[in-house]
């Protein structure tokens, strides 16, 4: 008879009322994952670009890594000397303000995250136009998050305070960013000038520092022994995410954020069908004496549950979709399949869950209440 079914029908106003609830909470779930992907990117792209598979730091640097850390030739000698270790190489990190002193924004500030590398190495990238990095030529190679700002191949910048000038020599025709801040990379040495804001000849002990090494190990990599000779400490790159500036709480907001959204889901969707199953408890107590098994009855109001859940939702989803495309370049958002297939299947999974426990009510419905039981 597939009473539950049949409602969907003769109760289109409830019915749409419920399902514009849910493609609502769809519309937020795809903005809020969307968001989420977007601050991410915004946060760590610039490590997640890089060719490694783990960054060693300074084992006292406990938080806050990239701007604690320091390390020494010997320690990249060492760990690149290990079994097991395939490459190792220095890599420097810092944050600087500069200006554009020649070029058609000239005068225009620009903030850089600067990563220092060995030209020629793995690390170093392969600009989309211009040239890439050399040693000793105050180069840099600049992001598109940079070029967005009018900054232009053979334009000059020069660095706040130090005043170290750096001339752009290429472009990496990709948005990458650390700590929403778009990434320039740069020879060693010209990291080193930035990092410690010392224009001219550097110090003999400076030439030899970096923030980090740049690791990548074999699966079976044993790395305990050369950590406890360097005084560093290996850790994953996923793990390093954590030390961009406010990548830890603008992803921890937004999980809660989420979490709340997902729980309001269910409870609203428990809600709505509680209701429905108290009223519909005549009909039910009907089949039932007409012999319907309560397992067919269950059966039938999750399929109604189910067919609400996934019309309203892929309506909200592709909703979202549309408001998410829009906003893609005004706002740090970026649209992630693997993200919004879970959004969507959590707000189906919950409200599922949650009708679940609504329906349950079904079990209790005596047939006798047909019959006129209550007179």
Known sequence: MFLALRDLR??????????????LIAVLGVLLS???????????SGLRAL?????AFDEKATSEQFSRSTVEQEDWKAWSGTRGVERAEPFGNTLV????????????????????????SPLAPSPSSGEGLRDGSAGVVITQEIADLGVRIGDELTADKSEVRLKVVGLVDETVSYGHIGVAYADLDTWRHLHYGLPGDLPGAAKRQATAVALTLEPDADVAAVEKATATRADTKETTFGASPGYTA?????????????AISALVVGAFFTVWTVQRKAEIALLKALGAPTGYILRDALAQVVAVLVGATALGTAVGLA??????GRAPFSLSAPAIATSSGLLIGLGTVGAVVAVRRITAVDPLTALGASR
Do not use: C, W
């Open 51 to 55: 060719p490694v598979t783990h960054l």
């Open 34 to 44: 969307g968001l989420a992907s977007g601050l991410a990117d915004a946060g760590i």
């Open 250 to 262: 603008e992803s921890s907001t937004m999980a809660l954020i989420k979490g709340f959204l997902y």
């Open 97 to 120: 303000n500069a200006q554009v002193t020649h070029g058609a924004e000239k005068g225009e500030q620009v903030n850089l995250a600067v990563f220092g590398m060995a030209p020629g």
């Open 10 to 23: 003769f109760a289109r106003g409830r019915f749409a009322l419920m399902g514009a609830v849910v493609a």
């Open 323 to 328: 408001l998410g495309s829009a906003m893609i």
